[in-house]
């Protein structure tokens, strides 16, 4: 039986069609979220105890401002916000290739034990180590490392399937909690507040030599991302048709998950496990832009947005109290994560 020329030859239009209305509304949705940031940059760093006219940001940026604005924009206010961009777009990003290559929405760094494996070897070395600064944030990323590997080996059977490698990270997860709860119960009340300030995840630790390594650090990762973003666009239309179109299956499901565990682990180093951004960023970036696309210039924006937000929200939400961007994440996220699970079992159900 063979198949109908002219209708192979109308599809092919309407194809290209589509990919272009789906670029441009990404490039649109972009440009927005862009603005959006650009404002929340500008509030974050406007407002506060000492305030600065937004006139005066541009004029301080370029060595014009007085000492008071200086010091509160440069050593306070900035670094916050920049790292807050980069942090987020990380998470975003990280969240996307995970979400994508395992096809599974609870695939995010958050939910499958890779922050945990940060958080536990940050507090031991806060707890246990005594260590502080720059060695935190080396044991964590060491600590995401490990444990991504972990998740690897143990739901590699001739190759990675989404819901093996999800309920095992689900499970080092957990272990993750136990194994702090033991951490933090050891240690004296100083050090544990320390520990659980910096578990929570938050921007309030900013400094440019931090910054500084961050964006080393995406300025590696971020063109891998490119490079392996064709061939994950592949793997969407699955395993046999992406290898029938050149693709090495195998080795980009390897590349992309050391990427995002890279990405991931990054993060985590500079600002703590701040809860959900990675797993909420994808899904409202693909919802933005339709499509089915990937969207990962979407979901990198989306995230630093929600930390951001979350940013801004904890330090002026409660008068006189600041709060960590992870609590506001963590509450916004986990009604979606209940939400997901739900809308997963009504499907199920209706299957």
């Known amino acids: ?44 760093v406007s407002n506060g105890s000492f305030s600065i006219e937004p006139s005066r940001i541009l004029a301080t940026l370029f060595g014009q401002g007085e000492r008071a604005e200086e010091f509160v924009l440069f050593r306070l206010r900035l670094p916050a916000s920049v790292l807050g961009i980069l942090v987020g777009a990380a998470f975003g990003v990280a969240g996307a290739l995970f979400q994508t290559l395992l096809r599974n929405p609870l695939a995010s760094p958050d939910i499958i034990g890779i922050s945990g494996g940060a958080s536990v070897a940050a507090a031991f070395g806060i707890l246990i180590l005594g260590v502080s600064g720059a060695m935190v944030s080396l044991l964590a990323f060491v600590g995401a490392v490990i444990v991504a590997l972990a998740i690897y080996s143990l739901s590699y059977r001739g190759g990675i399937t989404g819901m093996r490698f999800v309920l095992i990270g689900v499970g080092f997860a957990f272990m993750a909690q136990s194994v702090l709860g033991y951490l933090l119960s050891r240690g004296d009340v100083r050090e544990a507040s320390q520990a659980l300030t910096w578990m929570v995840g938050g921007l309030g630790g900013a400094d440019w030599q931090g910054i500084a390594v961050l964006a080393i650090a995406l300025a590696v990762l971020l063109p891998l991302v490119a490079v392996l973003a064709p061939q ?18 195998h080795r980009t499901r390897q590349g992309v998950l050391a990427v995002a565990v890279a990405m991931t682990a990054v993060a985590v180093a500079f600002a703590g496990p701040i809860a959900f951004v990675a797993f909420v960023s994808a899904p409202i970036a693909r919802r933005l832009v339709g499509g089915g696309a990937l969207a990962l210039v979407p979901s990198a924006l989306v995230g630093a947005t929600v930390v951001l937000t979350a940013d801004l929200l904890g330090t002026y939400l409660i008068p006189g109290a600041s709060v960590p961007a992870g609590v506001i994440t963590a509450i916004i996220g986990a009604p979606y994560l209940l939400w997901l699970i739900a809308a997963s079992s009504r499907q199920s159900r209706a299957a």
């Open 232 to 249: 994950l666009s592949m793997l969407q239309l699955g395993d046999d048709v992406a290898a029938s179109l050149g693709v090495s299956v």
């Open 1 to 44: 039986m063979t198949g109908n020329p002219s209708l192979a030859t109308d599809a092919q239009p309407r194809m290209l069609t589509a990919r272009s209305i789906t670029r441009r509304r990404a490039a649109i949705v972009s440009l927005v979220l862009l603005v959006v940031i650009l404002v929340l940059t500008v509030v974050g």
